[in-house]
């Protein structure tokens, strides 16, 4: 029996064929990866993984063995290169095919390259996979200059850890906050205000035109600006988002637009394919009729589990509000929601004592997210009112002596 075949053994791959086991699934399951090693999570890469507080056996998902113990053949080292719809099979790069009965993409995303002079040269880095890491973190020495660039989530984790590891940190981004294209102003500040006080130079509105070697030609040495200035570094970390991995998707005639398009039961044009994870452009639930890719753990859980539900022909899990985290410094940062769209931002608990929320709110104040710093019954609250799509009294959201219990019985 052909049985279900999935293309890309990360955590929402993984999840797949997890929960096609647990839901009784008997046929054949095919997980096949193009890394070489154990399926493993990726959040920790920017955080304890990176900073050496956490080793690779608690960073990998799930063991061979404990896949071969599921009846789950793990196929690693192997890049599918072709899908012929009519035949269905999936081809690998040496060769080798694959019959399916359903196929299920879960190919996740690449990091987007720096597109400028100098980018090649020894001492660059980005940040995907753990042999990134293992290379970053052998240049994390005390005292060194690194450059972060870019703002975003995994520019700002490696700059925390950098910094507790001793180096001299300056974080350039193009834009005129950090953290633009996910967050609010406010939490933007909040994230300005905390890595200035650690000691990071942070440069906001100023783009990079050149990396430059140093003494050595082949190693960097310096960033260029766009204004003419440099940043001496003896490493540059580069964070400026990722693209999906969906052009295998694409070849093969499947609708794709920023990522493999998918129904809502993470179907995609074919009745026989699903894509999940990050490779994935799906109906936002709690949004209106808006879609669009999801870069998170949870987005890659839920997604896997509803591709699974519908090959199991079993009722789709309810949806939940989609949600982040990030652990920089002491403090920890959960987002339940999305902000796009937000009228008004109230704010509970002061920003300088590093714990406080930002609740976003809809014109008529419906909540669409919370930005919660350690402040997790303002998150946990939060995500089912996103989730209920309740509109919410913002004075009540804004005191202090209202617990977050109280609102989430009495909201309006
Ligand atoms: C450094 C870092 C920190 C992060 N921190 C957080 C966090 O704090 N919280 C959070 O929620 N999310 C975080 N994320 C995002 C989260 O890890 C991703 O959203 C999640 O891993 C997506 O899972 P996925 O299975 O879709 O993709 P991946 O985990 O990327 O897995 C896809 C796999 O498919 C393989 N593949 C691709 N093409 C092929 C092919 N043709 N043939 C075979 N295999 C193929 C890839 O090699 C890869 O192993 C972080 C990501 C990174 C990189």
Redesign the pocket.
């Known amino acids: 029996m052909a049985g279900v075949v999935i293309?890309?053994?990360?955590?929402?791959?993984v999840q797949a064929a997890e929960s096609l086991r647990r839901g009784g699934y008997a046929g054949a399951v095919t997980l096949?990866?193009?890394?070489p090693v154990a399926p493993y999570?990726?959040?920790p890469?920017?955080k304890a993984y990176l900073a050496g507080t956490m080793d690779l056996d608690r960073v990998i998902l799930k063991p061979e063995a404990t896949l071969a113990e599921d009846a789950i053949a793990f196929v690693p080292a192997?890049?599918?290169?072709a899908i012929d719809r009519a035949a269905r099979t999936v081809t690998a790069e040496d060769g080798r095919s694959w019959a399916y009965e359903h196929l299920i993409l879960?190919?996740?995303?690449r990091v987007r390259r720096l597109p400028v002079e100098g980018a090649q040269l020894a001492g660059v880095h980005y940040?995907?996979t753990t042999t990134d890491v293992d290379g970053l973190r052998a240049e994390l020495v005390a005292g060194a200059r690194l450059a972060v660039i870019g703002g975003g989530?995994?520019g700002l984790?490696v700059a925390a850890v950098a910094r507790k590891a001793g180096l001299a940190v300056t974080v350039i981004e193009a834009a005129e906050r950090v953290l633009a294209r996910v967050t609010t102003p406010e939490i933007s500040a909040f994230y300005q205000d905390l890595h200035r006080a650690e000691g990071v130079t942070i440069l906001t509105g100023t783009g990079v035109t050149a990396l430059e070697a140093g003494a050595d030609p082949a190693r960097v040495g310096a960033v260029r600006l766009a204004d003419g200035s440099t940043v001496p570094a003896d490493l540059v970390l580069v964070g400026i988002g990722i693209i999906p991995?969906a052009e295998?998707a694409a070849q093969a005639g499947l609708a794709t637009t920023n990522g493999i398009d998918t129904d809502t039961n993470a179907c995609t044009s074919d009745p026989a394919i699903f894509a999940?994870?990050?490779?994935a452009s799906r109906p936002l639930a709690h949004y209106g009729d808006r879609r669009g890719r999801l870069?998170?753990?949870?987005?890659?859980l839920e997604q896997a589990k509803l591709a699974a539900a519908a090959i199991l022909g079993t009722p789709p899990p309810p949806l939940e509000a989609p949600w982040?985290?990030?652990d920089q410094y002491d403090v920890k940062l959960q987002i339940a929601g999305l902000s796009t769209g937000a009228a008004r931002t109230v704010l509970r608990g002061d920003p300088a004592t590093r714990r406080f929320a930002a609740f976003h709110l809809a014109p008529g104040n419906r909540l669409l997210a919370v930005d919660a710093v350690n402040s997790a019954p303002e998150f946990i609250v939060g995500r089912q009112l996103i989730a209920r799509q309740q509109v919410v009294a913002p004075e009540k959201l804004a005191d202090m002596s209202i617990s977050m219990k109280a609102i989430a019985a009495d909201p309006a």
């Open positions: 293309v890309g053994a990360g955590q929402a791959g096949i990866g193009e890394e999570q990726r959040p890469l920017s192997t890049r599918i290169t879960a190919t996740g995303s940040l995907r989530y995994i984790e991995n295998l999940i994870g990050d490779c870069e998170s753990v949870h987005n890659a982040f985290w990030s």
